[in-house]
């Protein structure tokens, strides 16, 4: 997981923001539709719509957008149903590859799917080959100027499960169920979060330390992240950070 975390960094300053924001943006209306259809329009009984509106409003996306989406979601406004399909792969090296979707069409999301993993070097798995290697996990990231003794203080109280340093942020982890409670009181002590996200953890990882290995899983990453149904892709590698930075180039 490391090393995907830091290849998004790296993805984020190398460029093409307007395009991946704009992709970025759709994923999360989407989001936060399937999440007002699911549980309803009232974040405060619906905890998976009022953790997409968070995570919305955290990129950016205008309140007036998010309040259409969840009007779509509950049918106030027309709108296309979605369904929550998982695509489970591996890509060089022996990496393994979880791949969240949200799809109007299963068989076309399916077919790119596959096509995509096939042009990039990887395989897809049958279901249940490669969920069982991560586990759903809440995530907090914060940057790294924060005290590590008032963080730790504020965090375990509020059911945080680790701490650790990731160079330039700390990173929090906590049970899902305890995500939206540990930011409220990070919030509370004025600690300043950079992200908060329920999100999938690798049980255990797969260290890469060839270039080209690096570059071809990158490569079927990015390529997924970019169809645009693919919501997530989670992935159990880890690479050094030279080994990372001469990939990206």
């Known amino acids: 997981m490391s090393g995907h975390s830091k290849w998004?960094?790296?993805k984020h300053r190398k460029?093409?923001?307007d395009k991946r924001r704009g992709k970025l943006f759709a994923k999360l209306i989407r989001q936060v539709e399937v999440a007002a259809r699911q549980g309803g329009s009232d974040p405060e009984a619906n905890p998976t719509l009022r953790t997409m509106f968070q995570k919305a409003r955290d990129n950016s996306v205008p309140l007036d957008t998010i309040e259409r989406a969840i009007k779509r979601g509950t049918g106030e406004l027309e709108g296309v149903s979605y369904e929550s399909v998982f695509y489970e792969g591996y890509a060089s090296g022996g990496v393994a590859l979880y791949v969240d979707a949200l799809t109007d069409n299963r068989n076309r999301t399916s077919s790119e799917?596959?096509?995509l993993f096939t042009r990039?070097?990887?395989s897809l798995a049958?279901?249940?080959?490669v969920a069982w290697q991560f586990e759903r996990k809440g995530i907090v990231i914060l940057?790294?100027?924060v005290d590590e003794e008032e963080l730790m203080l504020v965090a375990l109280e509020a059911g945080a499960e680790n701490l650790v340093d990731e160079g330039d942020t700390w990173r929090l982890t906590c049970d899902p169920s305890d995500l939206l409670g540990l930011r409220e009181s990070l919030d509370g002590a004025a600690i300043p979060i950079i992200s908060a996200a329920s999100t999938m953890l690798p049980?255990?990882?797969v260290g890469i330390d060839n270039v080209e290995d690096a570059r071809a899983v990158l490569r079927l990453i990015d390529a997924l992240d970019d169809q645009d149904d693919v919501q997530d892709v989670y992935a159990n590698f880890d690479v050094p950070d030279e080994v990372l930075q001469a990939a990206a180039n």
């Open 8 to 10: 998004a960094t790296i």
């Open 15 to 17: 460029g093409a923001a």
């Open 113 to 115: 799917v596959r096509a």
């Open 120 to 122: 990039n070097g990887g």
């Open 126 to 129: 049958e279901p249940g080959a």
């Open 143 to 145: 940057d790294r100027a």
């Open 203 to 205: 049980i255990s990882v």
